[in-house]
């Protein structure tokens, strides 16, 4: 198993920055890849952005457009997630997740989902 622990939500005013933060434990070398997702209320959960655990190739949502940057760090099972930028519409709960597979953009792709942490942004 493997244990998803997210940090770093809150409440910022529109333009203004967050990093979101994924600590990973438990049976972490089995896990490939990484994502962030995001469900606002009353909607599905979307992807967000991707990352390959090893190699930190990444992938974007297209609504993503340049404000947000996922990374890793591998020693400390880490995954973080800079928003810049922000906008009323990222206001949602954000999730991590983990699988054993290549990167993917769907959520039923994953095996390990944290809690999730919120992300309020006034206008």
């Known amino acids: 198993q493997v244990q998803l622990v997210e940090s770093g939500g809150g409440l910022v005013q529109a333009g203004r920055s967050l990093r979101l933060s994924c600590a990973a434990s438990?049976?972490?070398?089995?896990?490939?890849?990484m994502g962030w997702f995001r469900q606002a209320p009353g909607k599905e959960r979307e992807f967000v952005a991707t990352?390959?655990?090893?190699?930190?190739?990444?992938r974007y949502a297209d609504f993503v457009e340049g404000r947000f940057t996922i990374s890793n760090d591998y020693t400390k099972s880490a995954m973080y997630l800079q928003m810049n930028s922000l906008k009323p519409e990222d206001t949602a709960v954000y999730y991590c997740?983990?699988?054993?597979?290549?990167?993917?953009?769907?959520?039923?792709?994953?095996?390990?989902w944290g809690q999730g942490t919120q992300v309020t942004v006034s206008s």
């Open positions: 997740a983990a699988r054993q597979g290549v990167r993917s953009n769907y959520r039923w792709d994953y095996d390990y």
């Open positions: 438990g049976r972490t070398l089995s896990v490939y890849s």
């Open positions: 990352i390959s655990w090893s190699d930190g190739l990444t």
